[in-house]
């Protein structure tokens, strides 16, 4: 069975950083795309940052510029390097990964339990 295995979200204040990492653990044999969502109460789970396995990035505009996601392959990891965090920027972080467990297999999508990061005002 494939974890994701988040750390490093707490409590920041705005205008501070924050960097969190996940890490993939199980019977993997190959990850695609690995990124971070955000989720807060009553609204829609939205993409944060993805990176694919050639180094290709993704952002949502709201992070843009404030926000850089990496990966270290051989770690099975990715990280979110946080700055200027905004009080909006408040809410679950979620780690996903789009990765196949044999060859044979089809890729899935896995998730995170979710970490929670707060920015106070």
């Known amino acids: 069975q494939v974890q994701l295995v988040e750390s490093g979200g707490g409590l920041v204040q705005a205008g501070g950083s924050l960097r969190i990492s996940c890490a993939a653990f199980?019977?993997?044999?190959?990850?695609?795309?690995m990124g971070w969502y955000r989720q807060v109460p009553g609204k829609q789970r939205e993409l944060v940052a993805i990176?694919?396995?050639?180094?290709?990035?993704t952002y949502a505009d709201s992070v843009e510029g404030r926000f850089t996601i990496s990966r270290d392959s051989a770690k099975k990891t990715v990280y979110l390097q946080m700055n200027s965090l905004k009080s909006e920027d408040t809410a679950v972080y979620y780690c996903?990964?789009?990765?196949?467990?044999?060859?044979?297999?089809?890729?899935?999508?896995?998730w995170g339990q979710g970490t929670q990061v707060t920015v106070s005002s």
């Open positions: 996903n990964a789009e990765l196949r467990t044999a060859w044979r297999n089809p890729w899935n999508n896995y």
């Open positions: 990176i694919t396995s050639v180094g290709t990035t």
């Open positions: 199980g019977t993997i044999f190959s990850i695609n795309t």
